[in-house]
């Protein structure tokens, strides 16, 4: 392909793509169905010409961690920390390792008894589902009031982590021992020291560097970090979120606390040059997640989509993903269906650990569009949850700056 037509095809994507996000922030439906549907197109016009995209299956997951790693440092950048929120971040916490738990376990006796597969590979396959995308809920909620807003970003967020853990802990430990629980906590211990340690660093770097380029190499600091831990399996995203926090809230820890960490850490420079950060971490993560979901909905092929098992298979596990979430928020906190009840979008997460299930793991005669239906039916919920939601608005005065 000449290099002026590709220079063409990606700013034309770039731009149409922002003018969707925008549509879609106006009408409460999350761009990422708009972003997988761009990919079938592009699948579709490919089918019938002589049109390709080398690489795809390398692609993806190269796409979707930088984009994970993105969005979870995103979602910590945005999430405050104090006294009044420790009730929602408790709260919040239990729904989403408890509903975790509740959806793997619940969707891999959907699949155990439909493909006849182990439980330990049910389970495998289960808990890419039962994770909810943080960098779909989060957006949508934005018109909530403060109490649904904080759960939503604060469970979706954890989510995100605590996903990841225990697909990772469960991908390692076919047998769970006390062994394993054991080496589970001695893990999750290491990496918090480490990412205090790291965070503390990297604030450092952030606080003093003077020269003109500084948050590129820092982002390259964090990749790396993520990259070095992923080879000794561990939990890397603890890092980042934990990495996001502090930047965000590091009034909390350096100002006037502790008379060492206040004389090496600058507080007022790294308030002064967090919003720059941040505006960095937002468009990147726009970047990638364009190029994510629609190189992802490209490598789908048409024909699986009408697929009536599939389908219906697809139905069924969003079905229990919004049961298991209104009970448990039902019996649990006393919670309504609406707003919170059908607030469980399925998104990048989800696409990328089921990606990365390895082969001899995946279930038999499964395939992807599984994936692209679960992800449509709880962001169409979620849509019109939201639209036709009533006297659950943040209200606005005239004054106020949005």
Known sequence: MD???????FSIIVIVTYLLDYISNKIKIPSVLFLILIGLAFRFFADRTDFSLPYITEMIPILGTITLILIVLEGGLDLELNKEKIPIIVKSSIAAIVLI????????????YYYHQSFYISIVNAVPLAVISSAIAIPSVASLRKHHKDFVVYESSLSDVFGIIVFNFILLNSVLTIQSFLFLSFELIIIVIFSVILTFFMSFLISRISHHIKFLPILAFVFIIYTTAKFFHLSPLIFILVFGLFLNNSDLIIKGRIHFIDKYLQNESLKTE???????????TFIFKI??????GYSVKIVDLADEKSIMIALAISIIIFVSRYLFLKIAFKEPLRPLGLIAPRGLITILLALSIPSELRILNFNNSILIWTVFFTVIILSINILTLKGDRTIISPNSKV
């Open 3 to 9: 290099s002026n037509i590709f220079i063409l095809i």
């Open 101 to 112: 738990f509740i959806s793997s376990f619940s969707i891999a006796l959907l699949y155990y």
């Open 274 to 284: 967090l919003p720059f950060f941040k505006k960095i971490v937002i468009e990147l």
């Open 291 to 296: 190029f994510f979901f629609i190189i992802f």
